[in-house]
C-alpha cells in the first residue's frame, strides 16, 4: 500500500433502528487493487457497497475517494466521481435489448448534456458501444431482449454497464451468484481482464472461495458489520476467525460449497 | 374511395349551386317532413321533473299538429304544410359536450331548426354556435337574460321571458303579500341561472324596500350536488325570514325533503319561482305556505284555467303521460307552437314552403296566445318573449288529494320587464322607470 | 357558539355520511389493490334499491318503521348481486394487470351501471322520506335538526367498530390480515384468496351501497348522483391512508368538519377544501395520515 | 434537424398523412371535420400521456393542463380581447407549462398510484376553484367565438383545422424524435429499472420533470385547441375528473405502440361518442363504458395493435 489510497474509509457506521449493520469499518483500497469481500450472509457485506456508492447514507465515518468527502452523495454523483458498481440481482432494462441497455449507459457517461438528444443510433455512441460487447462477449446478444436472456448474460451486461463510465473504484455485488458453475469462471475471466488495463480498483463481494483464492490481492472478511480479518487471500483464508465466522471448516477439507448463492 | 371523392365533390358543388341559385327571394322547395332536434334533459337529475315533461310537452304538441289535431286557431295540419320529425337529444354532460352535438345537430343530422334547452348554462353556450351556424334555435326554458343582453343574436329566440322578471315578480309579491320579514336571504345554485335569479331578486328588494335587510351569507352550492344539510344550517342561523330559491329539478326536492324535516318552513318563507315540479312529485309532503311561481301561465298555477287550449293540453297531456303538465311541458310546448305559427305565416306569405330567412322573419316579434295565455317576442328586436309571471301560495287540497294554489297573483310584462331595448340591470338600477303594475 | 355547535355538527353529520361511503372503498383497495371507481355505482344502486323498496312498503302500508330494515336489505342485496357479478366475471380476469388498467375497468363498469340504472329505474326521481319522516326533529344548538341525520353518526360508529372487531377479533379478520401482508405466502399457506377478494369485494360492494341506501331518504335519488360521491370518497380515502380503516375514519372528520366550516364561512371555498386538504396530504406524507406500515423490500 | 425528422419512417408517414387528410378537410362536410378536429386536438393531450406511460406513470389528473390550457384561450379572448390563434395558443402552452413546471417538482417524486392520486388533487382543486368563482365563469364556463389568424379572421373552421393539423404534425415528430434519442430511451429504462439510471448517473426526478413537463404542455396545447375548435369551455367538460379518466381510456384504446396511435384513437373516440350519443341518448355511457371493457379484454395492445402488424410487415418489405 504504498500509493495514496484511491478510497478510504473511516470509523464507518451504520444501524438500523438498533441493529447495527457496519461496525467501525476503517478500509483503504489502493488504485488498481483487487479486494474481495467475504462473509456469510447478513454479515454487512452489501450494506458496506451501498454505502460507498451512496445508496445508504452512513450513521456516522466518513468516505474518501481520490482524497474527497464523498459521505452520503447521492448514487448518480458517486457514478459521475468514479465510483460505480454492479449488484447482486442485475439491475438492467428487462425490456430492452443488450445494444439498447448499453447505449444509454454510454450516452450518460458522456459528460455533454447534448449527448442525450442524439438518437441512439448516432455513430458517436454506437462504435463504442460495439467495441463494450465485444470485450465483454455478449455481442452474439446484441439484439435480444434482455428478459429472455441467462443469469450469466446479464451480469455480465450489468458489469459493463457499470463500466461504461469509465470507474476509479469498481464494486462488484456478487458477480457470479446465480450464475451456472460453468460460467463462473468465464465471467470473472472476462471482467477482470477487461479491467486490468484500465487500472481500476476493484472490490468484489464473493462467496466462491476459489474465485476469491485466484482474483484478488487482498480480502476483507465480514462478520456482525465489523471486518473481523483485513489480508491477502492466502492469509485470511486461514485465520481461524475467518474459517469459523465466514467460510465453515468444510472449505479446507475439500468440501462442497456449504453457502448456496443467495437467493 | 377515389369515386366517392368525386361523388363529394360533384355533391359539394351541385349543393352550392343550388343554394347560389336559392339566394334569391323565392320560396324554397316544399317539403313533405322536416327535421327538428329537440333537446332537453333525458339524462342526469334534471331529467325526471324538467326533461321529461318537457320532452313530452313537445311530442304531444308535434303529433297534435302532425294529425291536425289542436284546437283552433291552430287546427290546420302540419308545418307549412310539413310533418315534424323531432330528434330527440339529451342536454346532460355539460356545455362543451352540448356544443359538440349541437354541431352535429346541425351539420351532420342536418336538421330544419334546433327547439329546446332548459339549463341556463347550455343556452349561452349554445348561441353563439347557432350564430355561427345559422341555424334557427328555439330556446325554451332558460333564463338567464345574459342570452340577449350580451349581444344582438338573428338566429336565436327564446319563447320564455327571462329570470329578471322572474325575480321582480317574486320581490314584489312577498312585498304585497308578508310586509314585516326581517330581511332575506337565499339558496340558489352557482351558474348563470342561480347567480342570475339571485342578484336580481336582491336588487329589486333594495330598491323597492330598501329598510329589507339583505342577508351577508346567501348560499351558492354547486348545482345538483343534492344534500344541503350545511346550507340549511346556515340559512336557519340566519335572522332572515324569507328564502329564495332559484332551485329547481332534483335540487329543488331534495331541498324541501332535508328542509322540512328540520322544521325549515315553519320558521322560514320560502319563495320558491322554479320549484312547480316538486309540488307534483312531493304530493302531500308538499309544506303548505311557499310562495310558488312557474316562470309563466304555466303548470300549477294554470292547471284550472278555463281556456279551450289549456283545457285541451292539460286533459291530452294527462290522458298520455298519467299526469299533469309541469312548467317544462307547458314551455316546450309553447316553443313548438310559436315555430309551427311562424311557419305556417312565412309559408302563407311566400307562397310556398318558406325558407328558414322567412321564417324568421314571420317570428320576429310574434305574439300568440299559447296554451297557458298570451306571449309577445317583444324584447331584443323581437327574439325575446314576455309575458305575465305569477306566484302563488302552496296548500294540500285535501278532498281532491292533489296539490293547489291560494292567492295567485300574475304581474304583467309591462310590470317586471325592462322596455325594449334597455338592459335589465340598467333600468332595475334606476329604479324600474316606466314599469305599469 | 352557536355557529361553532352548528358547523361541529354539520361537520359531524357530513363525516359520517363521508365514512360509511368511503370506508367499503378503502377495505376494497387495503386488499385487493384496486382502485374501485365503480364504488359510485353501487352508492347509486343502493340509493336506488332503497328508494324503491321504501316506496313499495309505503304504497303497501307497510308501518314506516320497515323502511330501517329495507335500508339494509336493500344494501346487502346490492352488495352481494353486484359484487359477486363484476368480481366474478370481470376483476378475477384481470388481478394480473397494471392498476391502471383495473382502474379503467371499474371506470367501465361505472359508466355502465350509471346507464343501467337508467334503463332499470327510469328517469323519474325517487324518494323514500319515510324514514326521515318518522323520526322527527329535535332542537339543537338554537336550530331544528333532523333526527336521522343524526342517526347516520350512530351507524358510522357501528360501521367503524364492526371493521374494527371483524379484522381484529375474528378468525376470517386475521386471514384477511395474512392475505393482505402477503399474496403469494397466502398463497402457498393453502389460504383460498380468491374466495378472500370475492368476499372483500361484496363487503365493499355492501358498505358501498349502505351509503346510498341510508341517504336515499334524505334525497331526491336520480339518475347521475353517483359521480361526485367518487372524487369525494377518493379524497377521504387518500387523506386517511389507502386501505386504512381508522384513516378513512379521520380523513372523513377532516373533510366533513373543514367543509362545513367552508359552507358557513368561505362558501366559494367548499370544494376546494376538500381537495386541498388531500393534495396537502399527499405533498407531505403521501402514504396518508394513517397508512398501514409496509414492509420495506430491497 | 429537418433531415433527421424527414429520416425517420413514421415521422415521414406522419407528414404524408396529415398533409392528406388536410387537404381532405376541404372537402369533408363539416361535421366530420369537426370531429376529426375535435379527435386531433384531444390527441394531443393522449400524445403528452403516451410519454408518460411510457415511464410507467399514469396521470389521473390531466384535465389540470387541458382545463388550464382551454381556460387560457377563453379568459384571454373574455377579458383581454385577444383573437389571435397564435397568441391564443402561446398562452395555453404556456400557462401549461408553468404549472407543469411547478407541479413537476413535487410529482416527479412520486410513483404509481401516488401519482396517480396527487395529479387526480391538483386537477380537483382547480377544479373547485372554478366551480365556485364566478369570475372564472363558475359551472357555465365561457364561449370562446373570435379566432382570428394573424388579423384575417377566417370564414370557418378549415383554417383552424389546418392550424391543428400543423400542430399535431409538429408535436408528433418532436416527440418521436425525443422518443428516439437517449432521453427518450430512458423513458421505457425508467419504468423498468430506477435505480440503475440512478447508477448510471442520471437523475429519474429530472427525467421525469423533463417528461412531466412536456406532457403538461402537450395537454396544455390540448386544451387550447379544443377550446377553439369547439368553442367553449366549461369545468365539467374540461377539467372534472371524468375528463382525465377519458384522456386515459384514450390512451389505452390508442395503444403506445407509436406517436401516431394518440390521434387514431382519440379520432375513432371522437366518432364513437358521436355515434352513440346519436344512437341511444339515454345510454350511451353504457356504449362507451362498454368498448372500454372490450378493448382492455380483447385488444389490450389498443387499435395500433392493429395496425402495427402491417406497418411493421411494410417495415421488413422496405429492409
Redesign the interface.
Known amino acids: 500500500m504504498a500509493d495514496t489510497p484511491i478510497l478510504s474509509v473511516r470509523d464507518l457506521n451504520k444501524s438500523f433502528s438498533g441493529i447495527v449493520a457496519a461496525n467501525n469499518i476503517n478500509v483503504d483500497v489502493a488504485p488498481g487493487e483487487i479486494v474481495g469481500i467475504i462473509g456469510a450472509n447478513g454479515a454487512g457485506k452489501t450494506v458496506f457497497v451501498n454505502m460507498i456508492t451512496g445508496y445508504l447514507k452512513p450513521s456516522s465515518g466518513t468516505i474518501q475517494f481520490n482524497g474527497k468527502d464523498i459521505t452520503g452523495i447521492e448514487p448518480r454523483d458517486a457514478t459521475h466521481e468514479g465510483v460505480c458498481r454492479s449488484f447482486q440481482i442485475s439491475q438492467v432494462f428487462m425490456t430492452m435489448s443488450v445494444r439498447e441497455n448499453l447505449l444509454i449507459a454510454l450516452a450518460i457517461a458522456r459528460e455533454s448534456g447534448t449527448a442525450m438528444l442524439l438518437p441512439v443510433d448516432h455513430p458517436d455512441l454506437t462504435d463504442e458501444c460495439e467495441r463494450l460487447m465485444a470485450v465483454y462477449k455478449i455481442d452474439q446478444y446484441a439484439d435480444s431482449t434482455v428478459s429472455t436472456l441467462s443469469q450469466g448474460i446479464r451480469k455480465l451486461l450489468d458489469i459493463a454497464m457499470a463500466v461504461v463510465a469509465n470507474p476509479k473504484v469498481l464494486l462488484l455485488d456478487e458477480p457470479t451468484s446465480g450464475v451456472s458453475v460453468e460460467e463462473k469462471f468465464g465471467i470473472m475471466d472476462i471482467v477482470m481482464s477487461a479491467l486490468k488495463e484500465k487500472g481500476t480498483a476493484v472490490l468484489f463481494v464473493e462467496h466462491d472461495m476459489e474465485i476469491v483464492e485466484r482474483y484478488v490481492h487482498r480480502v476483507l472478511a465480514f462478520y456482525q458489520g465489523e471486518v473481523i480479518c483485513d489480508a491477502p487471500p492466502d492469509e485470511a483464508l486461514l485465520d481461524p476467525k475467518v474459517i469459523e465466522f465466514v467460510i465453515g471448516t468444510d472449505y479446507h477439507s475439500g468440501g462442497a460449497q456449504t453457502e448456496a448463492a443467495d437467493a | 374511395m377515389s369515386s366517392n371523392?368525386f361523388k363529394?365533390?360533384g355533391r359539394?358543388v351541385l349543393a352550392g349551386g343550388a343554394l347560389a341559385a336559392m339566394v334569391a327571394t323565392g320560396p324554397a322547395i316544399a317539403k313533405d317532413t322536416i327535421n327538428v332536434g329537440i333537446a332537453s334533459f333525458?339524462?342526469?337529475?334534471?331529467?325526471?321533473?324538467f326533461?321529461?315533461p318537457g320532452r313530452n310537452g313537445a311530442e304531444l304538441v308535434i303529433d297534435a299538429i302532425n294529425a291536425g289535431t289542436l284546437p283552433a286557431p291552430y287546427a290546420k295540419a302540419g308545418f307549412a304544410g310539413a310533418k315534424m320529425n323531432p330528434i330527440?337529444?339529451?342536454e346532460?354532460?355539460?356545455?362543451?359536450?352540448?356544443?359538440?352535438?349541437y354541431?352535429?345537430l346541425v351539420?351532420?343530422?342536418g336538421v330544419d331548426a334546433v327547439l329546446g334547452y332548459i339549463s341556463?348554462?347550455t343556452c349561452?353556450?349554445i348561441?353563439?354556435?347557432a350564430e355561427?351556424l345559422k341555424k334557427l334555435t328555439v330556446l325554451s326554458v332558460c333564463g338567464t337574460p345574459r342570452v340577449f343582453e350580451e349581444s344582438n343574436r338573428t338566429y336565436v329566440f327564446r319563447t320564455q321571458a327571462h329570470a329578471v322578471g322572474d325575480s321582480i315578480a317574486a320581490a314584489r309579491y312577498v312585498l304585497d303579500k308578508f310586509k314585516d320579514q326581517k330581511g332575506y336571504t337565499g339558496i340558489n345554485q352557482?351558474?348563470?341561472w342561480g347567480?342570475d335569479s339571485y342578484k336580481f331578486f336582491d336588487i329589486t328588494m333594495k330598491k323597492l324596500a330598501a329598510d329589507t335587510k339583505a342577508s351577508d351569507?346567501p348560499?351558492?352550492?354547486?348545482?345538483?350536488?343534492?344534500?344541503y344539510?350545511?346550507?340549511i344550517?346556515?340559512l336557519?342561523?340566519d335572522p332572515a325570514k324569507l328564502v329564495h330559491t332559484s332551485f329547481w329539478?332534483?335540487?329543488i326536492?331534495?331541498f324541501v325533503?332535508?328542509a322540512?324535516?328540520?322544521?325549515?318552513f315553519k320558521?322560514k318563507q320560502v319563495i320558491s319561482s322554479v320549484g312547480g315540479s316538486a309540488v307534483d312529485?312531493?304530493g302531500k309532503?308538499f309544506p303548505d305556505g311557499v310562495v310558488m311561481g312557474t316562470r309563466g301561465e304555466y303548470g300549477l298555477l294554470v292547471r284550472n284555467k278555463d281556456e279551450p287550449l289549456n283545457k285541451w293540453f292539460v286533459n291530452e297531456y294527462k290522458k298520455r303521460y298519467n299526469a299533469y303538465p309541469l312548467g317544462p311541458s307547458y314551455q316546450y310546448a309553447s316553443s313548438v307552437l310559436a315555430y309551427k305559427i311562424a311557419m305556417d305565416a312565412a309559408a302563407e306569405k311566400a307562397g310556398g314552403f318558406p325558407t328558414q330567412d322567412q321564417t324568421m322573419a314571420a317570428l320576429k316579434g310574434l305574439s300568440w296566445q299559447s296554451f297557458g295565455g298570451k306571449v309577445s317576442l317583444s324584447l331584443a328586436d323581437g327574439h325575446q318573449a314576455v309575458h305575465p309571471v305569477g306566484y302563488g301560495i302552496t296548500k294540500w287540497d285535501k278532498d281532491k288529494k292533489e296539490p293547489s294554489v291560494s292567492d295567485v297573483k300574475f304581474y304583467a310584462p309591462g310590470c317586471i320587464y325592462a322596455p325594449a331595448g334597455q338592459k335589465s340591470a340598467d333600468w332595475l338600477a334606476a329604479g324600474m322607470p316606466g314599469a305599469k303594475c | 357558539m352557536q355557529l361553532i355547535t352548528t358547523m361541529l355538527l354539520d361537520g359531524l353529520s357530513y363525516a359520517s355520511y363521508l365514512f360509511i361511503v368511503s370506508v367499503g372503498l378503502t377495505i376494497i383497495f387495503g386488499v385487493m389493490k384496486i382502485l374501485n371507481v365503480a364504488h359510485g355505482a353501487f352508492y347509486a344502486w343502493g340509493a336506488y334499491a332503497a328508494a324503491y323498496a321504501i316506496g313499495l312498503a309505503a304504497d303497501n302500508d307497510w308501518p314506516d318503521w320497515s323502511g330501517f330494515v329495507l335500508i339494509f336489505v336493500a344494501a346487502i342485496l346490492v352488495g352481494i348481486v353486484l359484487g359477486t357479478i363484476i368480481e366474478r366475471l370481470i376483476l378475477r380476469k384481470m388481478y394480473h394487470e397494471e392498476e391502471v388498467l383495473i382502474v379503467l375497468a371499474t371506470f367501465g363498469i361505472f359508466l355502465i351501471l350509471e346507464d343501467v340504472i337508467l334503463l332499470v329505474f327510469g328517469v323519474n326521481p325517487y324518494f323514500a322520506y319515510q324514514p326521515m319522516a318518522l323520526l322527527g326533529s329535535v332542537k339543537m344548538g338554537g336550530i331544528i335538526r333532523d333526527v336521522y341525520s343524526l342517526t347516520l353518526f350512530g351507524l358510522a360508529i357501528l360501521v367503524a367498530f364492526g371493521c374494527w372487531y371483524g379484522l381484529n377479533r375474528t378468525k376470517w379478520g386475521k386471514l384477511l390480515s395474512v392475505v393482505i401482508f402477503d399474496r403469494e405466502i397466502s398463497l402457498a399457506m393453502g389460504i383460498n384468496v380468491q374466495m378472500v377478494y370475492l368476499v372483500t369485494f361484496i363487503l365493499g360492494a355492501t358498505l358501498g351501497a349502505l351509503g346510498g341506501a341510508y341517504i336515499a331518504p334524505t334525497i331526491s335519488v336520480a339518475p347521475g348522483f353517483g359521480i361526485d360521491v367518487i372524487v369525494l370518497s377518493f379524497a377521504v380515502v387518500v387523506i386517511g391512508g389507502m386501505g386504512s380503516i381508522p384513516g378513512a375514519l379521520i380523513g372523513s372528520l377532516m373533510v366533513g368538519i373543514l367543509r362545513a366550516i367552508a359552507v358557513h364561512k368561505f362558501p366559494e371555498f367548499e370544494l376546494f377544501v376538500v381537495f386541498g386538504v388531500m393534495a396537502a396530504v399527499l405533498m407531505i406524507r403521501p402514504e396518508g395520515l394513517f397508512a398501514p406500515e409496509k414492509a420495506r423490500r430491497i | 434537424m429537418v433531415s433527421m425528422a424527414w429520416n425517420d419512417k413514421t415521422i415521414r408517414w406522419a407528414i404524408i398523412g396529415f398533409a392528406l387528410l388536410a387537404a381532405a378537410g376541404w372537402l369533408l362536410p363539416t361535421w366530420i371535420l369537426n370531429n376529426v378536429m375535435f379527435g386531433l386536438a384531444r390527441g394531443l393531450a393522449v400524445l403528452g400521456l403516451l410519454v408518460l406511460w411510457r415511464t410507467g406513470l399514469v396521470s389521473f389528473g390531466h384535465a389540470l393542463y387541458f382545463g388550464l390550457g382551454a381556460y387560457a384561450v377563453a379568459l384571454l379572448e373574455k377579458y383581454g380581447g385577444v383573437t389571435d390563434v397564435f397568441l391564443k395558443f402561446g398562452a395555453a402552452i404556456i400557462v401549461a407549462g408553468v404549472f407543469g413546471f411547478l407541479l413537476g417538482f413535487v410529482l416527479r417524486n412520486y410513483r404509481a398510484i401516488f401519482f396517480a392520486m396527487l395529479s387526480l388533487a391538483f386537477s380537483m382543486v382547480l377544479y373547485g376553484v372554478l366551480v365556485k368563482m364566478e369570475v372564472l365563469g363558475s359551472t357555465d364556463g365561457f364561449s370562446v367565438t373570435q379566432n382570428t389568424i394573424l388579423g384575417w379572421k377566417p370564414d370557418g373552421k378549415y383554417p383552424l383545422f389546418c392550424f391543428i393539423v400543423l400542430t399535431c404534425v409538429i408535436a408528433l415528430s418532436a416527440v418521436q424524435l425525443y422518443l428516439k434519442s437517449a432521453l427518450g430511451h430512458l423513458t421505457t429504462a425508467i419504468r423498468d429499472n430506477e435505480l440503475r439510471v440512478e447508477y448510471l448517473g442520471y437523475s429519474v426526478a429530472r427525467a421525469i420533470h423533463v417528461k412531466y413537463l412536456a406532457s403538461a404542455c402537450l395537454a396544455g396545447a390540448a386544451g387550447g385547441a379544443m377550446a377553439m375548435a369547439l368553442g367553449q369551455v366549461d369545468p365539467d367538460s374540461m377539467v372534472n375528473w371524468t375528463v382525465s379518466g377519458e384522456l386515459v381510456f384514450i390512451t389505452i384504446m390508442s395503444g403506445a405502440g407509436s406517436v401516431v396511435a394518440p390521434f387514431i384513437g382519440a379520432i375513432v373516440f371522437e366518432f364513437i361518442r358521436t355515434y352513440a350519443f346519436e344512437l341511444a341518448p339515454q345510454a350511451w355511457q353504457l356504449i362507451v363504458g362498454g368498448t372500454l371493457l372490450a378493448i382492455i379484454f380483447f385488444l389490450p395492445g389498443g387499435i395500433w395493435s392493429l395496425l402495427e402488424k402491417p406497418w411493421a410487415k411494410g417495415e421488413a418489405d422496405n429492409g
Open positions: 371523392l363529394l365533390v359539394t333525458l339524462t342526469g337529475p334534471a331529467a325526471g321533473p326533461g321529461v330527440f337529444v339529451d346532460s354532460g355539460g356545455n362543451a359536450k352540448q356544443v359538440g352535438e354541431r352535429n351539420e351532420k343530422r341556463s348554462g349561452m353556450a348561441t353563439p354556435v355561427e352557482n351558474y348563470a347567480q351569507n348560499q351558492f352550492p354547486k348545482i345538483f350536488a343534492g344534500q344539510g350545511t346550507e344550517s346556515t336557519s342561523l329539478g332534483g335540487d326536492e331534495a325533503l332535508q322540512l324535516v328540520r322544521g325549515f320558521d312529485s312531493l309532503k
